[in-house]
């Protein structure tokens, strides 16, 4: 008897392993590199010399804890460590998942050792990233899958030796955590005492993937500045791809993710050239990092491209037609992966109190690229931001949306609050976005 129950019970597991649902990598999160670090436009930023005296030796014998937003949550989950524009190769040690408790402290038991080819240290090259080897999160079940939404995971690295310049993604609006030069390895402590300062901003963590079903989609939200959430609330997650992300989960479950690829001051077509030894405040150029920031990612079906208004400023001075020509190619070279785009209209930055936007030749040729993008077949669709901010009384940001939610004060007319920005994602089309996906039952 108890032999034939065994038998049984082993039949229903082969049964069970069978239908299971097949499963393959998602991007679940990212943060589009810049660097090095300090180039870039925090939010928020506390003084950070303390922490790393000096930009040149960047990182030295520290440890850090970031907090990152998976779109979603898999059993499984791998990350990816970015060089990208660093001078030296940048070696990683004690690698640690787990879920956040507050501040830089862990739900006991969740903190995960991460290895790297089975090696729990990793060395990687000076214009390079690496992917790590798959971790189980045990902590993640179906009974709590509800639970996790918009709970944040803890990734925690120590590096030995000196960095040189850091990789980093400035504009994280998010507060994570770090330990002075010299305090060694702390990742593998759960306690927030470990971890006593805090940054604004993330370094070298660009990306982390889950496990998720075949039929999963993700949508990459792709821009500067206001996709990268200035002026919203710090830890509030309440850019407009945020209140996008979680729209589609209402209405669609877990089947769909989006991704913020924002970097503030990012354009289109410029800076022409971008390295370590040549940074720009605002990152590469659209087109420089698509292969990264979206081709190289798991899973990415359709992105939403909302970028320019930093083209026409006084920084960029391009023109119009330049812009849509290098948009186009942009959209040929997502199209031709198999990606599909839609088109976002640019908002007003007339009036703005920041000394390279508000004038009236900007105001022009965003008008002349919101044309375009309006009426060119190259997009599945558009969604008209600038209806949604625009005062069509004064041409300028609708008043409600200037104040700023990040620091406080009067705001400056370029960035939404979040007010704004909750405007502009309540606005977007699902169905646009989600193309075939069903509807949850």
Known sequence: MRILLVLLT???????????????????????????????????????????????????????RLMVKPDIWGKKTRIRLSNAFGTQPVTFNDVYVGLQLASAELVPDTNHAITFKSKKSVTVPAGESVWSDPVDLAFVTPANQKLLDGRKLAVSFYIPETSGPMTWHAKALTT?????PGAGSQTQHASETNFPYTTASWFFLDAVDMKAPTDTKVVVAFGDSITDGTASTMNGDDRWPDVLARRLRHEYGNKVVVLNAGIGGNQIAGPAEYSASSPFAGGPASLMRLDRDVLSLSGVSTLIWLEGINDFSKNGQASAETVITQLSNGVKRLNAAGIRVIGATVGSALGSTSAAHGFPQQDEKRQALNNFIRHSKLFVGVIDFDVITLDPTTGEMRPEYVPDSTVGGLGDKLHPNRAGYHAMGDAIDLRLVAGSTQVKR
């Open 10 to 64: 082993l039949m229903a597991l082969n049964m069970q392993n069978a239908l299971a649902e097949p499963q393959k990598w998602v991007t679940s999160w990212i943060a589009s590199v810049q660097g090095p670090y300090p180039t870039g436009n925090p939010s928020a930023q506390p003084n950070m010399r303390v922490v790393f005296p000096s930009p040149q030796t960047g990182a030295s014998n520290q440890s850090f």
């Open 176 to 180: 994570s955590y770090l330990t002075a």
